[in-house]
Each structure stands twice: as C-alpha cells, then as structure tokens.
Nanobody, 127 residues
C-alpha cells in the first residue's frame, strides 16, 4: 500500500527557515515524480514545485522567487522542501504528493495528475 508521510512543519517567525520532509513507501514501480503543494483557508491548492525520480529534473513555481528548494534522496525515498526567509503569507498546510511516471513543466503543479497524497504538515509564520 502506497504511503506518504510529511514532517517538519511548525511555528516560525518571519524571516526564519524550515525544512519539510516527505517519505514514501509501499510502491513497486520505477519512475515517479514527487511534488509539494500548499493550501491556506479560502484559497486554492498551490503547486510549489516537483522533482523526478533520479533528481535529474526539477520544477519550481516562479512565485517562490528562489526561497524554496526541492531535493530528493533516492536511497531513502524521501523528498525535502527547504524554505528560507519565510513570510506570514507562507502560512498554510503543506502537502507532498507522488505521481506515477515523470512530471513535466505543464503538469507538476496540477493536483489531478498526482496519484497519492500525504496527510499534510502545518506551517505557521507569525510574530
């Protein structure tokens, strides 16, 4: 059974940093893509970026302006989202997701293209 688990969220002051983790287990297929999304109350789910298995291709939402970085540890089946210079508007529930096959520039931020989702981890930026 496919299972994704996020961790690393919490409360942070403006200007601070966090690194979120997402570990995947239970899959038997080869090529995949792991992406990060966030959703705040009253807003649509926003795609932040994604990385294909092997780490050869990454995709980023340009609105992140270089503050967010995605990395994949293939040996651990774990994807990371590094975030720096956090702002109050970054507060949201953050989700990781896995898609069978590779992501592309026109699919990485489309929620319906993903097959599995984690439970989410809350990030709150205040004070």
């Amino acid at each position: 059974e496919m299972h994704l688990v996020e961790s690393g969220g919490g409360l942070v002051q403006p200007g601070g940093s966090l690194r979120l983790s997402c570990s995947a287990s239970g899959f038997t297929f080869g090529t995949y893509c792991m992406g990060w999304f966030r959703q705040a109350p009253g807003k649509e789910r926003e795609g932040l970026g994604a990385i294909n298995s092997g780490g050869g291709s990454k995709f980023y939402n340009s609105s992140m302006k270089g503050r967010f970085t995605i990395d994949l540890d293939n040996s651990k089946n774990t994807v990371y989202l590094g975030m720096i210079n956090l702002k109050p508007e970054d507060s949201a529930m953050y989700y990781c997701a896995l898609a069978r096959g590779a992501c592309y520039f026109n699919t990485y931020d489309v929620p319906s293209k993903y097959d599995y989702w984690g439970q989410g981890t809350q990030v709150t930026v205040s004070s």
